[in-house]
């Protein structure tokens, strides 16, 4: 694999996880919902069949899956970290072309959207893009591979 494709691989990962991490503090939100709203469970006697009940099943449950969410959550903001790091050692013309390339919601035309704000003509916007996907893929498998 290019090194360009590596990094366009490597920013569509970071718009994938960017709304991964709002799907994990919905999840997250709903579990400490029912994790708050469960009802009460008594130790008052001793399980006659040696069990535990279902509610205290399911709250194990949703506790175990919290502290999965959580996690889960914890390694896409190191990763999303790690690439805006990358991101941030660009040269501001790069990493805008990057962004409105890769990571803004999509215009219908980004070259000419880029070239309006930075000034270039279409072709210079593409060599712009083309440098950028390559120094970014030197710069974070460099540091974080």
């Known amino acids: ?3 360009k ?7 569509k990962r ?4 960017k709304q991964r991490c709002g799907i994990m503090r919905e999840k997250l939100t709903a579990l400490e919902n029912l994790i708050t709203s469960a009802r009460g469970v008594t130790t008052n006697r001793i ?8 509610y205290e099943d399911k709250l194990v449950d949703y506790i175990t899956r919290k502290d999965y969410y959580r996690l889960k959550l914890q390694n896409y903001h190191r ?12 040269p501001e013309q790069e990493r805008t072309a990057l962004k409105i390339f890769f990571l803004d919601s999509k215009p219908q035309n ?13 072709s210079h916007i593409y060599r712009i893009r ?6 970014l893929t030197e710069i974070y498998y460099a540091r974080f591979a």
């Open 130 to 135: 083309e440098k950028a996907l390559c120094h």
């Open 1 to 3: 694999m290019k090194n």
């Open 14 to 17: 970071y718009k994938l996880i």
């Open 79 to 90: 990763e999303l970290a790690d690439i805006d790091s990358a991101l941030a050692e660009l």
């Open 110 to 122: 980004c070259a000419n959207a880029l070239g309006e704000t930075l000034g270039f003509e279409r």
């Open 47 to 54: 399980p006659s069949r040696g069990g535990s009940s279902k």
């Open 5 to 11: 494709e590596k990094a366009i691989e490597l920013l």
